[in-house]
């Protein structure tokens, strides 16, 4: 058995499906629906591009080689929707193995697999909506062959939200945008399309107005490299108190070597920063350095 046309579909939909490689926020290149290197199926490298058909059938591939052998292992007998759905489940999170709503499946305990499958909606030690949102979708799937419709949102002067954002994660995006100087409204449908482009041509996206994994992954990483080039400052701004002893105050030969090493660090610190958000400075650099920007985005 493998992944149905509606399944791929399906987990297409939350995933999300972009066409032009981008960094995720840990710097990874990635592509189509969610790919890197690590899936064995692509090597994204900056400025590729495919097509939604290649994307989907590396997805296909992806599935076939990395996921679908394992859910066959552990749903043995699973309807096509069923089947689906536990590939959609391992996708995210590579649990099958291990997750224990799998086990009230095999006893038709559905009660108990809605509960337990609804219980992997967490990252980072907190509560994910849109992890929320999936699990709920997925037992709709697995237990009533409901693959949903899930329709991309258009409002009137808004870019296409491709994927749902609760309140708190919309008003986050919202500071965000802003914090790095773009004007995206503060409608609480979205954000305007005018200021979603400048953002995507800004940062060497494909320039569509669509909000979706690549657009909001390369805005988490803007601000990262934001939150992070503050610390060498701060560093150096410890290392040079010792400039500030009043004339004449004697400093201890034992302590000397403490300011000039945090200096050190701090400039070590900052081009290691510098290397790892090259994209960040790249994004700077454009307006005025055009040539340069697109080689720091090339490697």
Same mark, same amino acid.
């Not at 979708?137 to 949903?148: I, K, R, S, T, V």
């Not at 419709?149 to 609760?166: H, I, N, Q, S, Y």
């Not at 945008?177 to 004007?183: D, E, R, T, V």
């Not at 005018?194 to 996206?205: E, Y």
């Given at each position: 058995?493998?992944?149905s046309?509606?399944g791929?579909?399906f987990?297409?939909?939350h995933e999300g499906?972009?066409?032009?490689?981008?960094?995720c926020?840990?710097?990874?290149?990635?592509?189509?629906?969610?790919?890197?290197?690590a899936s064995?199926?692509v090597?994204?490298?900056?400025?590729?591009?495919?097509?939604?058909a290649e994307?989907?059938g590396?997805?296909?591939k992806?599935?076939?080689?990395?996921?679908?052998?394992?859910?066959?292992?552990?749903?043995?007998?699973a309807?096509q929707h069923?089947?689906?759905?536990?590939v959609?489940f391992?996708?995210?999170t590579g649990?099958?193995?291990?997750?224990s709503?799998?086990q009230h499946?095999?006893?038709?305990?559905?009660?108990?697999?809605?509960?337990n499958?609804?219980?992997?909606?967490?990252?980072?030690g907190?509560?994910?909506?849109?992890?929320?949102?999936?699990?709920?979708?997925?037992?709709?799937?697995?237990a009533?062959?409901?693959?949903g419709?899930?329709p =991309?949102?258009?409002? +009137?002067?808004?870019? $296409?939200?491709?994927?749902?954002?609760?309140? !708190? #994660?919309?008003?986050?995006?919202? &500071?965000?945008?802003?914090?790095l100087?773009?004007?995206?409204g503060?409608?609480?449908?979205?954000?305007?399309?005018?200021g979603?482009?400048?953002?995507q041509?800004?940062?060497?996206l494909t320039v569509?107005?669509?909000?979706?994994?690549?657009?909001?992954?390369t805005?988490q990483?803007?601000?990262?490299?934001?939150?992070k080039?503050?610390?060498? =400052?701060?560093a150096? +701004?410890?290392?040079? $108190?010792?400039?500030?002893?009043?004339?004449g !105050? #004697?400093i201890d030969?034992a302590? &000397?070597?403490v300011?000039?090493?945090?200096?050190?660090?701090?400039?070590?610190f900052?081009l290691?920063?510098?290397w790892?958000?090259?994209d960040a400075?790249?994004?700077?650099?454009?307006p005025r350095?055009?040539?340069l920007a697109?080689?720091?985005?090339?490697?």
């Amino acid at each position: 058995m493998q992944t149905s046309a509606p399944g791929v579909t399906f987990l297409e939909r939350h995933e999300g499906v972009v066409l032009k490689a981008y960094r995720c926020p840990a710097g990874i290149w990635t592509i189509g629906a969610g790919l890197t290197a690590a899936s064995g199926v692509v090597k994204p490298r900056a400025g590729m591009v495919i097509s939604r058909a290649e994307a989907t059938g590396l997805l296909q591939k992806a599935l076939r080689q990395n996921y679908e052998p394992a859910v066959k292992r552990t749903m043995p007998g699973a309807k096509q929707h069923e089947f689906d759905a536990g590939v959609s489940f391992h996708f995210n999170t590579g649990a099958i193995g291990r997750a224990s709503w799998v086990q009230h499946w095999i006893d038709r305990n559905w009660g108990r697999v809605e509960h337990n499958l609804a219980a992997w909606n967490k990252g980072g030690g907190r509560v994910l909506p849109g992890l929320t949102r999936r699990r709920a979708e997925e037992y709709d799937l697995l237990a009533d062959g409901d693959y949903g419709t899930g329709p =991309a949102r258009v409002e +009137a002067g808004l870019a $296409t939200m491709v994927v749902e954002l609760d309140r !708190a #994660e919309l008003d986050a995006a919202h &500071a965000g945008f802003k914090a790095l100087g773009y004007n995206v409204g503060d409608s609480d449908l979205g954000f305007t399309i005018g200021g979603v482009r400048a953002f995507q041509r800004d940062h060497d996206l494909t320039v569509d107005g669509i909000v979706g994994r690549a657009t909001l992954s390369t805005l988490q990483r803007m601000l990262d490299a934001r939150a992070k080039a503050k610390q060498p =400052a701060a560093a150096a +701004a410890v290392g040079g $108190t010792e400039s500030t002893v009043q004339a004449g !105050a #004697e400093i201890d030969p034992a302590l &000397a070597w403490v300011g000039p090493a945090i200096l050190t660090f701090a400039a070590l610190f900052a081009l290691w920063l510098a290397w790892r958000y090259r994209d960040a400075i790249a994004a700077k650099l454009a307006p005025r350095f055009p040539k340069l920007a697109r080689y720091l985005w090339s490697i």
